[in-house]
């Protein structure tokens, strides 16, 4: 059974920083893309980083780049998002996927699924 369990969200000022952890169990982690997306209430889930299996391709949503910085560790099969300089407008839950598509950024292509992290940054 496939399992992706994320950490490490919480309650945060703005100019803070949080590191989102996500150990995945259950499937060949090497392999998989690793992404992470987040999703604000009342608003539809978006793209935020993702990760290639050997760390070659990582690409990142405009409204975090520069900021957030998505890391791996094969051998530990965890996937790391890096949150520096936060604002208010990173307050969501925060998902990590696997996909076997490298670089895409669509939720409907992502198969397996974290229960994701709450993130709530204040002013």
């Known amino acids: 059974q496939v399992q992706l369990v994320e950490s490490g969200g919480g309650l945060a000022q703005a100019g803070d920083s949080l590191r989102l952890s996500c150990a995945a169990s259950?499937?060949?982690?090497?392999?998989?893309?690793m992404g992470w997306f987040r999703q604000a209430a009342g608003k539809e889930r978006e793209f935020a980083a993702s990760i290639s299996p050997q760390s070659l391709s990582i690409y990142y949503a405009d409204s975090v780049k520069g900021r957030f910085t998505i890391s791996r560790d094969n051998a530990k099969n965890t996937v790391y998002l890096q949150m520096n300089s936060l604002n208010p407008e990173d307050t969501a839950v925060y998902y990590c996927a696997s996909t076997r598509t490298v670089g895409t950024r669509s939720p409907s292509e992502y198969n397996y699924w974290g229960q994701g992290t709450q993130v709530t940054v204040s002013s």
């Open positions: 259950g499937l060949a982690f090497s392999i998989y893309n």
